[in-house]
């Protein structure tokens, strides 16, 4: 599915949710406690930080895929309330960057590339966020910030070049040929990853609602022990996502 579907979809069905919502009434119940279950999709990947270690050109073309879950919430007063997940996740991306003595391993021995390359990148993992959420008037609209931890199952991370060369020493030519190189970082990815998110969320219909996030981890990709890159790695996501409450309690702090 292209981005402006997915995008289109959104702006429609915040349309009607928030048609559907308005015409309620003003004593519409709240919950105190609900469970669910979520889907929605990533899209982002492992970006250079700081941010101005990004290669110019730097074409990204992120991945459309599939994330689901199950959600927890618990109301703490009529204005705060916290939320847990656990997401089954898979985000992929591909760019086109120009790269200037990028260090890999080649047959045992670490060289360094500079020319453009096309990079590849996909992670699968298990995310867990813990976040606190604030209910404007009503509880259709809501802010989240929290925290996540994340195990990746599989990952994987290679850059193809294009054109350029190859020495071993920064700068030095040795290698014009790059054809059949291919710099393959997966045996050095770490497994795990914790950061923070920021997001909003708002009710369409009466258990439906649509969420949108930003999060970046605060871990490089990347093991401690691995030197290839004078700088991290980061993971830094956009999500939307849309959760239906299958079972839900009422409010004990009134209605909203």
Avoid: C, H
Wanted: hydrophobic share 40%; net charge neutral.
């Amino acid at each position: 599915m292209q981005i402006k579907n997915i995008l289109g979809l959104v702006i429609f069905v915040l349309f009607v949710g928030s048609t559907y919502v308005s015409a309620q009434t003003k004593d519409s119940d709240s919950y105190q406690l609900s469970m669910g279950v979520t889907v929605g999709t990533d899209i982002g990947g492992a970006v250079p930080f700081p941010l101005s270690n990004i290669p110019t050109p730097f074409n990204p073309y992120p991945q459309i895929k599939a994330s689901f879950g199950g959600i927890f919430n618990f109301s703490l007063t009529n204005r705060w309330g916290i939320g847990a997940e656990i997401m089954y996740k898979n985000v992929g991306m591909s760019a086109d960057a120009k790269v200037e003595n990028q260090k890999f391993n080649m047959d045992g021995t670490d060289v360094y590339f500079t020319g453009s390359a096309k990079m590849d990148m996909a992670f699968t993992f298990l995310e867990v966020p813990v976040y606190a959420k604030y209910f404007f008037k009503k509880g259709n609209d809501r802010i989240i910030a929290g925290f996540y931890y994340s195990y990746t199952f599989t990952s994987s991370f290679r850059t193809i070049p294009q054109k350029g060369f190859i020495g071993y020493e920064p700068n030095k030519v040795e290698i014009e040929d790059v054809s059949d190189v291919v710099m393959n970082f997966d045996d050095v990815l770490d497994s795990w990853d914790v950061g923070f998110l920021i997001g909003y969320e708002r009710r369409v219909l009466e258990r439906l609602n649509l969420g949108l996030r930003f999060s970046m981890g605060f871990k490089d990709i990347f093991v401690p022990s691995s030197d290839y890159f004078d700088y991290k790695m980061l993971p830094i996501r956009g999500s939307i996502s849309i959760s239906y409450n299958l079972i839900k309690t009422k409010q004990l702090f009134g209605k909203r």
